[in-house]
């Protein structure tokens, strides 16, 4: 709703294609999915139910910064390059920024997508293997 909204108050009307707007779904269904699948593979060991909310904040500020969102990629240092090539959180906003602001085709979001879902899949065995109770 709100990126519907969004677009119409923008007055971006290129994301109403239908291909562009399922691609934006899925694209959305992904992220969800990825950000859950690492969220669930990290707190799969802890007793203290305070420490998955500190853990995600810290979390979402230390791979928020560097995705991309804020500033350029290119302009960070080497290392923290490095960092943004294992971060979601870039894929997600490279993703989103060219399917809503540049008016890419799928193609274009298709490497972001395989990402995503690599990285989803990755993170849900962890979740699986982590989460394994006896009783």
């Given at each position: 709703?709100?990126?519907?909204?969004?677009?119409?108050?923008?007055?971006?009307?290129?994301i109403?294609?239908?291909l562009?707007?399922?691609?934006?779904?899925?694209?959305?269904?992904?992220v969800?999915?990825?950000?859950?699948?690492?969220?669930?593979?990290?707190?799969?060991?802890?007793?203290?139910?305070?420490?998955?909310?500190?853990?995600?904040?810290?979390?979402?500020?230390?791979?928020?910064?560097?995705?991309?969102?804020?500033?350029?990629?290119?302009?960070?240092?080497?290392?923290?390059?490095?960092?943004?090539?294992?971060?979601?959180?870039?894929?997600?906003?490279?993703?989103?920024?060219?399917?809503?602001?540049?008016?890419?085709?799928?193609?274009?979001?298709?490497?972001?997508?395989?990402?995503?879902?690599?990285?989803?899949?990755?993170?849900?065995?962890?979740?699986?293997?982590l989460?394994r109770r006896?009783?």
């Amino acid at each position: 709703m709100v990126t519907i909204l969004g677009a119409l108050v923008a007055g971006v009307y290129d994301i109403f294609q239908p291909l562009r707007f399922l691609t934006l779904i899925v694209l959305v269904v992904f992220v969800s999915f990825a950000f859950m699948a690492m969220m669930s593979c990290l707190v799969a060991r802890m007793n203290n139910p305070m420490l998955p909310r500190a853990l995600f904040g810290v979390l979402n500020t230390l791979l928020y910064f560097p995705s991309g969102a804020i500033y350029p990629v290119q302009s960070l240092p080497t290392w923290l390059r490095w960092v943004t090539v294992v971060d979601p959180f870039t894929y997600a906003v490279h993703g989103l920024r060219v399917l809503l602001l540049k008016g890419a085709t799928i193609r274009v979001v298709l490497p972001d997508v395989l990402f995503l879902a690599l990285f989803a899949g990755a993170m849900f065995a962890g979740s699986v293997k982590l989460f394994r109770r006896t009783l």
